[in-house]
């Protein structure tokens, strides 16, 4: 049943990405791409990894998604019309990173062994220090805010610092406009 639910949280997965890509209307993309954060969310927590489905539903679905809603603010509801040739270069490329990814993933150990190399040396280590050295009874916990704490603040600062980015971009094209006394497009309906 796991199996299935998986399968089917994938598929409305793949399902999202096509429509992303087909639609032409700015605001649709965007609620696609909350929409596609959240099914991910989904999926995570079906796949036990709780904690990474909250950092996706919070920052895919909500920060993300605020943030080009902001965006949308400042530029137009549609994407501009343009010839559209089909490259097949882009298609490619994708097809062969997804085949030495597969590829890469043969040696891995089963889901779930015991003998998995990273269950043998770095647990082990984490679940004793856990009780001794940092004395929180949640080990997930323990590990994100003390064995991981950098990282988490290294994680911060690159979300921060690219909200700052993309707000110092679009304060810079506001005051280009101005400066050459060209006002914004008139947003369709």
């Excluded at 999202?16 to 959240?38: E, P």
């Excluded at 679905?61 to 509801?77: C, K, N, Q, Y």
């Excluded at 089963?110 to 679940?127: K, M, R």
């Amino acid at each position: 049943m796991e199996l299935l639910i998986d399968i089917v949280l994938l598929a409305i997965l793949g399902i999202i990405a096509v429509a992303i890509l087909w639609t032409r209307h700015l605001f649709v993309a965007t609620m696609l791409s909350g929409a596609y954060s959240l099914t991910s969310a989904a999926l995570l927590v079906a796949l036990d990894a709780v904690d990474v489905a909250f950092t996706e539903a919070a920052v895919g679905a909500g920060i993300s998604t605020v943030l080009m809603l902001g965006t949308l603010t400042l530029t137009r509801r549609r994407e501009k019309a343009t010839n559209r040739r089909v490259s097949i270069g882009p298609l490619l490329l994708v097809i062969v990173t997804g085949a030495l990814l597969i590829y890469g993933t043969v040696d891995m150990p089963a889901f779930g062994d015991p003998n998995a190399p990273a269950l043998l040396h770095v647990v082990p280590e984490y679940l004793a220090g856990t009780r001794d050295d940092i004395q929180i009874p949640n080990i997930v916990t323990a590990i994100l805010a003390s064995y991981r704490g950098f990282d988490t603040l290294g994680e911060t600062a690159v979300i921060f610092t690219a909200g700052v980015g993309v707000l110092l971009l679009l304060g810079r094209r506001r005051e280009e406009d101005e400066e050459a006394g060209t006002r914004r497009p008139e947003r369709e309906a």
